[in-house]
């Protein structure tokens, strides 16, 4: 399984940005993604999640509200639409999948990842 993350770039505070995580190598509809995000010198931590089938998602509390996750299955890719962004929203963004019908938030769950794409919001 590959990932490939794009979409990052440096944008203002309050701007919008969508990321984009193009899944490759296995039945795309097989598995939970999820976007999580490392600011320097801190853990990668959970940002946003979407179920295998789409019906479900789920967010950080920091991000509710101004992230919206979407999966479109003919382009076997998954969106992060990020709003109103802030300067703690900024980080590398990872994205990762989960081979099964696991339903996790936790970075040890996540089987593969992609290489990571960089946001910064700047006040």
Partial sequence: VQLQASGGGLVQVGRSLRLSCTVSGRTFSSYTVGWFRQAPGRER????????NGKNTDYSDSVKGRFTISRDHAKDTVYLQ?????????????CGVIIGKTWSHLVSHY???GQGTLVTVSS
């Fill in 45 to 52: 931590e959970f940002t946003a999640r979407i179920s295998n």
């Fill in 82 to 94: 990020m709003n109103n962004l802030r300067p703690e929203d900024t980080g590398v963004y990872y």
């Fill in 111 to 113: 089987d593969y990842w």
